[in-house]
């Protein structure tokens, strides 16, 4: 008997899934005109990006770059595209860049502050990246005395001696440690400072009236630009982190004395605003030192904003740990580790892998707060450009300069963002 002819006797062979289900098509269905309200939305905003680039559009491709006056880039954006046209005016930028970068650094020593970039760069690849060599760790630890000495100048002796401070610390406190614990801590940070006060002075200038060497000495009005804003805001953030780590720790301390001072500057200055802090670095801070003391406002703007950024980054530290399984705790302890040991370890990596987030999100915030230090006389990008717009050749120019700036900052942060993404995913451990 023959097969009803509606059974089918062969397989067909697969088809193409339809041009809507797959590749750009699914994506823009998916995700731009998935309901009506994200339909609304994306017209909404395609229309929004139409005119702004209708309107800035034509003003950028009209720019231009070589003139000498706002003036005179105003009459070739005429004498090119007719009269009554506008155009942007980057001339301003060709022009006084160097100026916006270095501020009043002396222009036959830019070398120093471009050199200290390099440097910085090296002395970074090792902390950021695994694959560098852990020996320029040593560079990295001796960098910011470094990068004091090419930037100021002065003698060299006395980043040297400065040095010689963490020196003594390390010395006290792995001699009085094994002794008593908390005994350790508090000489290993009075012990330096006592150093600083009283010792590093006198013995800096003997050594200089042996061997004199050095570099011709600047001062913090020689700064400004993004170079102050870069040497404020990479020193905050590279002195802020250990402290703050410190002060998370301190926090957590069983020992009363030491909780209770953590917490009392933990508290009191994250209640305190910075630009607070930056007037008391301006003009208080001198009433509290020795009569004579010469102490540059830019080094006394550096410790109250490392001192200020401290303090949000000891609670971010300590929302990881707090993230952290009590198991973990347990399990260092199971292996016979002391209390640094364990820190070291086991515990602390996983809190500072838990608080990425954080610790970035206070980086960027405080690199852009290094503006704030246009409040206390300092000439920062802002600064530079209000002190630019003044000048007769080119009062009246507006957007160009702050374009400028904004795409520099924005450098910077964009930058910190996306190593911050890399060191997630290279640290990520779960298989989501």
């Not at 940070?189 to 200089?208: D, K, N, R, T």
């Not at 550096?302 to 740990?321: D, N």
């Not at 003044?390 to 009062?395: I, K, S, T, V």
């Amino acid at each position: 008997m023959a097969d009803p002819a509606y059974v089918r006797d062969q397989m067909l062979p697969p088809q193409k899934a339809p041009s809507t289900e797959v590749g750009t098509p699914r994506w823009i269905r998916e995700n731009l005109f998935s309901g009506p309200l994200n339909t609304f939305l994306t017209v909404a905003a395609l229309y929004a990006v139409y005119v702004v680039v209708g309107t800035i559009g034509p003003w950028l491709s009209r720019s231009v770059w070589n003139a000498s006056t706002l003036q005179e880039c105003r009459a070739i954006v005429e004498a090119t595209y007719g009269a009554g046209k506008t155009g942007a005016c980057f001339a301003v930028i060709n022009e006084r860049w160097q100026q916006i970068l270095f501020g009043f650094y002396p222009r036959d020593l830019y070398w120093r502050p471009t050199l200290t970039l390099v440097l910085m760069l090296v002395a970074l690849g090792p902390v950021l990246f695994t694959w560098v060599p852990r020996v320029f760790l040593w560079f990295s630890f001796a960098f910011p005395a470094v990068a004091f000495w090419l930037l100021w100048g002065g003698s060299v002796w006395l980043p040297i001696t400065i040095l010689l401070g963490f020196g003594v610390a390390y010395v006290v406190f792995r001699v009085l440690t094994p002794i008593n614990g908390l005994l350790g801590i508090v000489a290993a940070i009075v012990a330096p400072i006592l150093y600083w006060l009283f010792i590093c002075g006198p013995l800096e200038e003997a050594i200089h009236s042996l061997i004199p060497l050095g570099l011709h000495q600047l001062y913090s009005d020689d700064f400004g630009g993004f170079l102050l804003s870069t040497v404020i805001g990479v020193s905050g953030i590279a002195f802020s982190l250990p402290i703050g780590i410190l002060l998370a720790l301190g926090r957590q301390s069983d020992l009363f004395i030491v909780k209770t001072a953590c917490v009392a500057f933990i508290e009191g200055f994250r209640g305190v605003p910075l630009i607070t802090l930056l007037f008391v670095a301006s003009l208080l801070l001198n009433y509290f030192l020795p009569p004579g003391t010469e102490f540059d406002i830019i080094l006394r703007v550096i410790i109250m904003v490392t001192i200020f950024s401290a303090a949000y980054m000891a609670e971010v530290i300590r929302g990881g740990l707090a993230a952290l399984p009590r198991g973990q705790y347990e399990a260092a302890d199971s292996l016979g580790l002391d209390y640094w040991q364990a820190q070291r370890l086991i515990v602390m990596p996983q809190a500072l892998k838990i608080s990425i987030p954080g610790i970035v999100g206070n980086f960027i915030g405080l690199f852009k707060d290094t503006t704030l230090v246009s409040f206390i006389s300092l000439q920062d990008p802002l600064q530079l450009v209000s002190s630019i717009r003044a000048n007769q050749e080119w009062n009246g120019i507006y957007w160009e300069l702050f374009m400028f700036v904004g795409f520099l900052f924005f450098l910077f942060c964009f930058s910190m963002s996306r190593y911050s993404m890399y060191l997630e995913g290279k640290l990520k451990t779960d298989h989501r």
